[in-house]
């Protein structure tokens, strides 16, 4: 158990809806990290919040966004959903947010179906 | 750019053989390095990671790799599989410097036979 929860673990919804993934880093961890994986563009990065704040974006589709709240959970929003959203998509933690060494401990996933 | 190469979609090995996971990278400032594993639905847990210093790196559960400048690898070795062992293992990079942005390889599956 890395300390990272996700909720709900699974989510099955229709194409064109909007669905709230949330993430609740380790305690002490102040960045909150989100990344998606599928079967034809593996695990990528999307975005990092670091105490509230966007720290670096990735390949995150305009149609998603984030956001990170002042007790440090996160919330990663998907809208317009498509079939190619359909994804694992995972949420990682860190004590910090600016040193490329520190550690991220990722929590178990939410699987999204898009259907 | 950074990108990651791993050698081998699948590997297949016996209880008690050597383990070796390939690993490239393309980068060009020798980037800082790390492994993790994914066990079957849970997320992905550190094994291992390179930064500065000695480039033989020992991990978790008797995991080590070696960072090869010349060669721009870092593979992943074990010396005697365990059948717990059997999971799928990501390779992934980090530049140097501003924010940890991991860039993962499209990882390896790792079969182990009794």
């Known amino acids: 158990d890395s300390g990272v929860t996700q909720t709900p673990k699974h989510l099955i919804t229709a194409t064109g809806q909007r669905v709230t993934l949330r993430c609740s880093p380790r305690?002490?961890?102040?960045?909150v990290y989100w990344y998606q994986q599928s079967l034809d563009q593996g695990l990528q990065f999307l975005i990092q919040y670091y105490n509230g704040e966007e720290r670096a974006k990735g390949n995150i589709l305009e149609r998603f966004s984030a956001q990170q709240f002042p007790d440090l959970h996160s919330e990663l929003n998907l809208s317009s959903l498509e079939l190619g959203d359909s994804a694992l998509y995972f949420c990682?933690?860190?004590?910090?947010?600016?040193?490329?060494?520190?550690?991220?401990?990722f929590g178990p996933g939410t699987r999204l179906t898009v259907l | 750019a950074q990108s990651v190469t791993q050698l081998g979609s699948h590997v297949s090995v016996s209880e008690g053989a050597l383990v070796l996971l390939r690993c490239n990278y393309s980068s060009s400032v020798p980037p800082y390095l790390f492994w993790y594993v994914q066990y079957p639905n849970q997320g992905l847990q550190l094994l291992l990671k390179y930064t500065t210093g000695a480039t033989l790196v020992k991990g978790i559960n008797g995991f080590e790799a070696e960072f090869k400048k010349s060669e721009t690898s870092f593979h992943l070795t074990k010396p005697s599989a365990h059948m717990s062992d059997a999971a799928e293992y990501f390779c992934?990079?980090?530049?140097?410097?501003?924010?940890?942005?991991?860039?993962f390889g499209t990882g390896t599956r790792l079969l182990v036979s009794p």
């Open positions: 990682a933690s860190s004590v910090g947010g600016t040193a490329p060494t520190d550690t991220q401990y």
């Open positions: 992934a990079v980090s530049l140097r410097t501003g924010f940890q942005k991991l860039v």
């Open positions: 305690s002490g961890d102040l960045s």
